[in-house]
């Protein structure tokens, strides 16, 4: 079966090359920690045998999820976490029932008689390796560590006020889920354990931009971010949700459950204004309940000993006459500006940077970075898709490059994680559509995302 790829250089993942027996151990469950051998051969010491026929449910708490299914493969080797693996044509996912918290996740793939190419994404279209080739005969481990969170706020006993289409989403559920994607993955073992204290959290408050977006053809810079940070030493927290202020985000207990979980050295990004504006009332503004909120967001995240970082809101694709992006959020992104200076924090002009970005695309090569798309380009979709403030992928992943660029230049003790080899992005001279890949997810949205 053929499937929808869009292209993108191989961007540098934490692979390890050495055999699975070498980056594999079986351990007692006690420990917490979970290993999966794949494949109907012999299953390794300590693993647990998932076959194509293991289907998730709640009484054995993993397998195969989201009615998607594997075939499985036998290569005949001695060593049990050689000798087969599993694979398909379509997307498929993989989960596992675990607590709340931050896992390290290390997936051995390939086929000692053949090739492979995967991408692994990772709850709600996480990115978090999005691509993995390995030559034939070859395996590699590839090693992600990600949050897995739900709505529990277990210092008061309350819970975060989520909306009904949430409920749904694979990022508030107790599971721990991966989607296997690409041209031809094949994986032959997983294993799961909690991470180490000292792995830093980055929190992520904000809208329908930032949010892991659950379905096709919407992302946001958050999902993405993932991709391009150590291993073994940060994992993304992503509280975003679509339609949300920064009033409301506070209203809900996203913040509450943030704070609940963070602790010294943690970050918490915070990216709102678009639907901050439409808010009407006496009091309401940017220089007066927003800067509010923006200032009492760093003081609590400051009691926690953690880091705020506050992130002006990217422009929406607004053109002029002359090809000028003009600004269509009032004085959100200024209140921002005035109030990290204020507070002495760190501030990552998206704002400022985004508009150089799209001018140097310009109006007809942008397109490719919003959601536009005309009629029946995905299933169900009868009427064209032109949105001017939600990114595909390729849109996200460019949001996303900056802001790793506004970490370097803030000079933040996180830019020493970001992996190694990525690039010092340039929002004058950004991606052309043409090198980016990402093999849809087969989840595809009927409606667009709150907020605009």
């Not at 096709?216 to 999902?223: K, L, N, T």
């Not at 994992?235 to 963070?262: D, T």
């Not at 927003?290 to 880091?307: H, N, P, R």
Request: proline share 6%.
């Amino acid at each position: 079966m053929k499937r929808s790829l869009i292209y993108l250089p191989l961007i540098v993942l934490s692979v390890g090359c050495a055999s699975p027996k070498t980056t594999i151990h079986a351990v007692k469950p006690a420990e917490g920690r979970y290993l999966f051998d794949f494949g109907t051969s012999n299953t390794a010491t300590g693993f647990t045998a998932v076959s194509p026929s293991t289907f998730y449910n709640e009484k054995i708490g993993y397998g195969f999820d989201r009615n998607t299914t594997v075939t499985s493969v036998n290569r005949g080797d001695n060593d049990p976490l050689k000798d087969g693996f599993v694979s398909s044509d379509k997307p498929f996912y993989f989960s596992v029932r675990v607590p709340e918290g931050n896992y390290n996740v290390k997936v051995v793939m390939g086929d000692k008689e053949g090739t492979s190419d995967a991408t692994v994404r990772a709850e709600n279209r996480r990115m978090m390796a999005n691509r993995v080739q390995t030559t034939r005969g070859e395996l590699k481990t590839v090693e992600l560590t990600l949050n897995i969170r739900d709505t529990l706020i277990r210092a008061n006993n309350t819970r975060v006020r989520i909306k009904d289409r949430e409920r749904a989403y694979l990022h508030w559920d107790n599971k721990l889920t991966l989607e296997f994607n690409g041209v031809e993955p094949k994986v032959a073992a997983i294993e799961i354990s909690p991470a180490p204290a000292d792995v830093v959290t980055v929190f992520l408050a904000g809208n329908s931009t930032v949010v892991d977006q659950a379905e096709e053809p919407y992302a946001a810079w958050g999902q993405m971010l993932p991709a391009f940070l150590m291993p073994g030493r940060v994992a993304v927290a992503n509280y975003a949700e679509s339609g949300e202020s920064l009033s409301s985000f506070i209203a809900a207990r996203r913040f509450e459950k943030m704070l609940s979980l963070m602790k010294a050295g943690d970050y918490a990004f915070v990216e709102f204004g678009h639907n901050d504006q439409k808010q009407k009332g006496e009091g309401i503004g940017a220089f007066t309940s927003y800067k509010k909120d923006l200032k009492y967001f760093i003081a609590e995240v400051k009691k926690q000993g953690s880091i705020p970082v506050l992130v002006t809101s990217m422009m929406r694709r607004n053109f002029d006459s002359n090809g000028k992006i003009t600004n269509s959020l009032g004085d959100y992104p200024e209140a921002v500006r005035q109030t990290a200076k204020e507070e002495g924090v760190a501030m990552i002009d998206l704002n400022a940077m985004s508009k150089t970005m799209y001018e140097a695309w310009g109006p007809e090569g942008s397109i490719k970075a919003f959601v536009h798309f005309p009629a029946n380009t995905f299933p169900n979709q009868k009427v064209a898709l032109k949105d001017d403030t939600h990114f595909t992928p390729f849109g996200a992943y460019q949001i996303a490059q900056i802001i790793l660029k506004g970490i370097r230049s803030n000079k933040l003790d996180l830019a020493a994680f970001i992996k190694p080899g990525t690039r010092n992005f340039n929002p004058s001279k950004p991606d052309k559509f043409e090198s980016f890949y990402w093999p849809n997810s087969p989840s595809i949205a009927a409606s667009k995302p709150d907020g605009n």
